[in-house]
C-alpha cells in the first residue's frame, strides 16, 4: 500500500454494521463531491440555526417568508441586501487572497479602519480638486491599509511572527487610533459628537439611480478583477504553487517571499476600499464603529467561499441576505443580533467540519487485512 493511503486510524474489531471499517486519507476527491459534502454540511447548519430561531419565538413557517420573501422580495430590503454586500464582498475577497498565500489574516478590521481614515483625511484636509476627490480619498484608503498590512507580513517573512497574532493584536491598536481622532482633533465642531465632520456632497459616492450606490459596481468590478488574478494570470499560477506547498514552490523556482507578499498587501488594499466604501458610500463620515463585524463576516465569507474570489461574492449576498433579515427579526421578534452572529459561527463550525470528510473516508477491511 502507498503511504497516502495507509490506515490513520483503525476501528476496533468489533463489526460496525456487521462489517470491519477503517479511516484512511483520500487521495483525492472531486469538485462534485466536495460541493456535495459543503452543501450537506451547510444544510445541517442551517437545520441547527433553525431549531434555534424556533426556540426563541420565531415561528417556524415565517422563517422563510422572513430570509427570502421578505429579504428578496421587498424592494427595499433588496437594495439593503446591495448596500450591505458590497464591503462584505470586498472583505471577503481580502480574506480569499490572503489565506490563498497562507497567511491568516485576522487584521481586516484594522485595514478597513486605516481604509477609512485615509479617505477622510483627504475630506478633512480638503486635498485635491473636487472632481478628484472621490478617486483621491480611494487612493488614500489603499496606501494606508497597505501600510498597515505591510508590518505583520514583514514580521511573518523575516522574523517568522505568527500573523494570527500580529494583525489580531493590530486590530486594536487600529481601533484605539480611531477613538483618539474621533475624541481629539477629528472631532465634529458642529455638535462635539466623536464622529469626523460630515463629508461634502461631492466626496460621497454617488447613487446609479434612487436608492443603489455605485458601491455594489465596484465590488463587481475589483471581483473580476480578482477572478483574473487567481485563474489566469502568471502570479495567480505561482499563488497556486504557494498555496499547495510553499516549499515545492520556491524548490521549483517560485518567488515565494515576492507573492506572499504583494498578494498579502493586495489584501489589505480590499479592506481598505471596503472602508472607503462603509465611510463614504454608507455613514457619509468616519465613525467609531463602522468597521465593527465586518472582519469576522470576512473571515467567514472566504472560508465559505473556500477561497474563491467569485464564490466570495456569491456567499457574500447570502450573509448580507442575513444580516438584513436579522435586522427584521431584532424588530418584529426582538431576536437579539448576538443570535446572528450564533448562526454565523454555527455554519463556520459545520463547514470547517465538512473538510474533515473532504480529506477522510471509511473504507471496508477486506478479508486477510491486518
Known amino acids: 500500500m502507498t503511504e497516502l493511503s495507509q490506515p490513520l486510524l483503525k476501528t476496533s474489531r468489533e463489526p460496525l454494521l456487521g462489517r470491519r471499517y477503517t479511516l484512511e486519507l483520500r487521495q483525492q476527491m472531486g469538485w462534485g463531491g466536495q460541493a456535495l459534502v459543503i452543501g450537506l454540511a451547510v444544510l445541517v447548519g442551517l437545520a441547527l440555526s433553525t431549531a434555534i430561531l424556533v426556540a426563541a419565538g420565531v415561528p417556524a413557517d415565517q422563517l422563510l417568508e422572513e430570509f427570502v420573501g421578505q429579504t428578496l422580495l421587498d ?22 487572497l490572503a489565506f490563498r498565500a497562507r497567511f491568516w489574516n485576522l487584521g481586516l478590521e484594522g485595514q478597513m479602519i486605516w481604509g477609512g481614515i485615509g479617505a477622510a483625511a483627504i475630506s478633512i484636509f480638503q486635498i485635491g480638486p473636487e472632481a478628484l476627490r472621490l478617486p483621491l480619498m480611494m487612493a488614500s484608503a489603499i496606501v494606508c491599509a497597505m501600510l498597515w498590512t505591510l508590518a505583520p507580513v514583514l514580521l511573518k517573512l523575516r522574523l517568522k511572527v505568527n500573523e494570527v497574532i500580529s494583525t489580531l493584536m493590530l486590530n486594536y491598536i487600529a481601533a484605539n487610533f480611531l477613538l483618539h481622532l474621533l475624541y481629539g482633533s477629528w472631532k465634529d465642531p458642529r455638535d462635539n459628537f466623536p464622529y469626523s465632520p460630515a463629508f461634502r456632497p461631492f466626496e460621497r459616492l454617488p447613487d446609479l439611480f434612487a436608492g443603489y450606490t455605485v458601491a455594489i459596481v465596484i ?46 498587501l493586495l489584501s489589505g488594499a480590499l479592506a481598505g476600499v471596503a472602508g472607503f466604501i462603509v465611510s463614504a458610500g454608507q455613514e457619509g463620515r468616519l465613525t467609531q464603529s463602522f468597521y465593527q463585524g465586518y472582519g469576522f463576516s470576512g473571515i467567514l465569507i472566504a472560508f465559505l467561499a473556500r477561497n474563491n474570489p467569485f464564490a466570495a461574492a456569491i456567499v457574500a449576498l447570502l450573509v448580507a441576505m442575513l444580516f438584513v433579515a436579522g435586522r427584521n427579526l431584532q424588530v418584529f421578534y426582538q431576536i437579539p443580533f448576538s443570535m446572528v452572529q450564533l448562526i454565523q459561527a454555527i455554519l463556520v463550525i459545520c463547514v470547517a467540519s465538512s473538510d474533515f470528510f473532504i480529506r477522510h473516508r471509511l473504507r471496508r477491511i477486506q478479508a486477510g487485512e491486518q
Open 75 to 96: 424592494a427595499g430590503n433588496f437594495k439593503a441586501v446591495l448596500f450591505q454586500a458590497a464591503p462584505m464582498i470586498l472583505v471577503g475577497m481580502a480574506g480569499c
Open 219 to 264: 465590488a463587481v468590478v475589483i471581483m473580476v478583477l480578482a477572478v483574473w488574478f487567481i485563474s489566469v494570470s502568471r502570479a495567480g499560477l505561482y499563488l497556486r504553487f504557494v498555496d499547495a506547498n510553499p516549499r515545492v514552490a520556491s524548490a521549483v523556482g517560485v518567488p515565494v517571499r515576492r507573492m506572499i507578499l504583494g498578494t498579502v
